[in-house]
């Protein structure tokens, strides 16, 4: 099982970028998806997320009127509309499974999360 993201790369403050994560190995519908971050000696954090079973959709307030989460269950793949870039978003994004196992109205939280892809460096330049 393998999640893998594409998409970063080096763009001006106020630019965009569109982040793509495919999945392999099995079908990711049923499980709640997200998007995290980590900055240089910053712990990984939240970006956005669909819940479980397909419900809701969740951001952190920093990217929240800027980001815009989406998914193509046909093609075992999540999206991260990126807009308005700040140099605050400079970091490496992962893209992350979590298993229906777990149920809530709410984004799965960083130990919930069963599969990680291996990241892409996003960099906002000032």
């Known amino acids: 099982v393998q999640l893998q993201a594409s998409g970063g790369g080096l763009v001006q403050t106020g630019g965009s970028l569109r982040l793509s994560c495919v999945g392999s190995g099995r079908t990711f519908n049923m499980d709640a998806m997200a998007w995290f971050r980590q900055a240089p000696g910053q712990e990984r954090e939240f970006v956005a997320a669909?819940?479980?079973?397909?419900?809701?959709?969740y951001y952190d307030d920093s990217v929240k009127g800027r980001f815009t989460i989406s998914r193509d269950n046909a093609k075992n793949s999540l999206y991260l509309q990126m807009n308005s870039l700040k140099p605050e978003d400079t970091a490496v994004y992962y893209c992350a499974a979590s298993a229906p196992l777990r149920n809530g109205a709410r984004p799965p939280r960083r130990d919930e999360i069963d599969y990680w892809g291996q990241g892409t460096l996003v960099t906002v330049s000032s």
């Open positions: 669909f819940g479980w079973l397909g419900g809701g959709t």
